[in-house]
């Protein structure tokens, strides 16, 4: 067969594979079924789906878009109740972070700005570029930030499944929407929201900018009652496919066997990381009195925008898990590159 069609059949089998993900009512189903389908592809057959970068940037904005409807007003209570646990959450994952990356390049032999990049729970594309700058190990973050995005994808869709998943995600609709005077007023107010939060992010480089541009800019619209979150029905699970799928198609059979060894150890790493955010998941939730569906999903050291996707199919209060999320990535965005060049400037 030749390899055109290869990649067209292995494509075909990431869709099959979100659909029955949507069947089998797992949270993010579409993500899960579209990463683990092209996850076994690239390391068994070397064949790589191709995830367009604008269709990545346009599945990253509808996903951000659709999560400023969680924030109406009724949702920052919950915020002004509970800002201060967490913002020391924020920190406390990025500690976590830095902490099992110090480990892991002491007992496992590789070098510690590589451990630190390819560890951090942030944007995996901007560790990768960050690693280039500083003279990191580009492959090996690649590898790491990669296989620390699958683990974390993994386990939050099994918790999200054993919590008990809610009927249909919580997507708003039309009608929930405040200020909705129609269906395609609310889709097109959605989608300029879409369009514009997800340009002005790429082009001011914000860490998942596609993703956060929207979030940045329509919660304040919600807030005054401008209907932001909404969009046609199978939108997003043709986003959430793409984001899966782009997660599952960045392994490679080739490095993973080199590696091995080092591979290994970035799992027990990326385990140890998902253990020590539970620790403070449940910490928040027996001090805070939130409930541990949605500290988990708060702290769980993602990719934001995987993590909150599959949040949505749960009973988890969202503004509070987006409020952690886009905070940490906020944080290490700032913290990352200042951290880093002080510790090549030391060595």
């Known amino acids: 067969m030749a390899k055109d ?30 990463m683990l389908v092209s996850l076994v592809a ?51 994952v990025v500690a976590i972070g830095m902490a099992v990356a110090l480990v892991f390049a002491r ?49 939050a869709a099994a918790v999200g499944r054993w919590s008990g998943s809610v009927p249909d995600t919580q997507l708003a609709t039309v009608a929930s929407l405040p200020g909705a005077s129609s269906p395609l007023m609310a889709w097109g ?29 329509g919660i304040p619209l919600t807030a005054l009652g401008i209907p932001v979150g909404a969009w046609p029905p199978g939108v997003m699970l043709v986003s959430l496919w793409a984001l899966g799928t782009r997660v599952g198609s960045h392994f490679d059979e080739a490095a993973v066997h080199e590696l091995k060894r080092v591979a290994l150890g970035a799992l027990g790493a990326a385990l140890a990381m998902v253990g020590g955010c539970l620790l403070l998941a ?12 949605t500290t988990y999903f708060a702290t769980s050291p993602g990719g934001a925008d995987s993590v909150l996707a599959i949040a949505l199919g749960t009973h988890a209060t969202l503004s509070l898990v987006v409020a ?10 700032l913290v990352a590159p200042v951290f880093m060049r002080r510790l090549v400037a030391r060595r």
């Open 5 to 34: 069609s290869r990649v067209w059949a292995v494509t075909a089998a990431t869709l099959l594979g979100a659909a029955l993900g949507e069947w089998t009512h797992v949270p993010a189903g579409a993500l899960l079924g579209g």
């Open 42 to 92: 690239a390391l068994s057959l070397s064949i790589h789906v191709p995830v367009p970068r604008p269709l990545l940037l346009a599945a990253q904005a509808m996903l951000g878009a659709a999560l400023c409807s969680s924030f109406q007003p009724s949702a920052w209570s919950a915020l002004a109740e509970n800002w201060l646990v967490a913002l020391v959450n924020v920190v406390g």
């Open 107 to 155: 007992l496992g032999g590789v070098d510690v700005r590589t451990a630190t990049l390819g560890l951090m729970p942030g944007g995996a594309s901007a560790m990768v570029a960050l690693s280039e700058e500083l003279g990191a190990d580009s492959r090996l973050v690649t590898l790491f930030q990669y296989l620390r995005l699958g683990v974390v994808i993994v386990v």
């Open 189 to 217: 107010t959605t989608a300029l929201v879409a369009i514009i939060g997800g340009a002005a992010g790429t082009w001011l480089k914000l860490p998942a900018g596609g993703f956060l541009g929207p979030l940045l800019l």
């Open 282 to 293: 449940w910490l928040w939730s027996s001090v805070g009195g939130v409930d541990l569906l």
């Open 324 to 333: 952690v999320q886009v905070g940490r990535l906020l944080l290490i965005f």
